[in-house]
T-cell receptor, first 115, second 112 residues
Framework: KAGVTQTPRYLIKTRGQQVTLSCSPI?????VSWYQQTPGQGLQFLFE???????NKGNFPGRFSGRQFSNSRSEMNVSTLELGDSALYLC??????????????FGPGTRLTVL | AQSVAQPEDQVNVAEGNPLTVKCTYS??????LFWYVQYPNRGLQFLLK??????LVKGSYGFEAEFNKSQTSFHLKKPSALVSDSALYFC??????????FGKGNQVVVIP
């Protein structure tokens, strides 16, 4: 079974631009979560989607948004990019959301560099 | 709020020696604890998780973890470290909303 895939793997943008990242979950997984990884802040939760609805959102400004499609694929968008948005963006999928012990499986990430 | 702490920044161990990576947790309710490993320029790979039951959890690549409720710890262990185990290790706890809260990570360096 194929793992979580993320495209593109690398992106270079300039300040003020916007960017869209894509994530395809493991087949059969319906919950998709996004995380930002930076050297200073570590791994931080961005948001989670299930059944095309955002279930949870982390403490990030409104410039960060996302959506999920009917096939469970998800995209996240960052508008008006800032230098501090440079990070590795990780997508994770799981069978279902909720407080149980369901495992989240991560993709390889998209490395975003903002110049 | 659920949280985990990884007190050490880096763990150095000689190849063939036992490896331990420490993690303590703070949760309300039942703890769902996870260990992930990250190699350079890669995503996180799932190693193992604790749900309930046996305090010793076995995972991938020969890793295991010991859950200790009285010490609120979930230390990752491997009896004999390999050079290929050199990587960044993250402990995480799942909160009531399916969010993973991660520790800062531990860099493991296995010395040949």
């Amino acid at each position: 079974k194929a793992g979580v895939t993320q495209t593109p793997r690398y992106l270079i943008k300039t300040r003020g631009q916007q960017v869209t990242l894509s994530c395809s979950p493991i087949s059969g997984h319906r919950s998709v979560s996004w995380y930002q990884q930076t050297p200073g802040q570590g791994l931080q939760f961005l948001f989670e989607y299930f059944s095309e609805t955002q279930r949870n959102k982390g403490n990030f400004p409104g410039r960060f948004s996302g959506r999920q499609f009917s096939n469970s694929r998800s995209e996240m968008n960052v508008s008006t990019l800032e230098l501090g948005d440079s990070a590795l963006y990780l997508c994770a999928s799981s069978l279902i959301p909720g407080p149980g012990a369901d495992t989240q499986y991560f993709g390889p990430g998209t490395r975003l560099t903002v110049l | 709020a659920q949280s985990v702490a990884q007190p050490e920044d880096q763990v150095n161990v000689a190849e063939g020696n036992p490896l331990t990576v420490k993690c303590t947790y703070s949760v309300s309710g039942n703890p769902y604890l996870f260990w992930y490993v990250q190699y350079p320029n890669r995503g996180l790979q799932f190693l193992l998780k604790y749900i309930t039951g046996d305090n010793l959890v076995k995972g991938s690549y020969g890793f295991e973890a010991e859950f200790n409720k009285s010490q609120t710890s979930f230390h990752l262990k491997k009896p004999s470290a390999l050079v290929s185990d050199s990587a960044l290790y993250f402990c995480a706890v799942k909160d009531g909303n399916n969010r993973l809260a991660f520790g800062k990570g531990n860099q493991v360096v296995v010395i040949p």
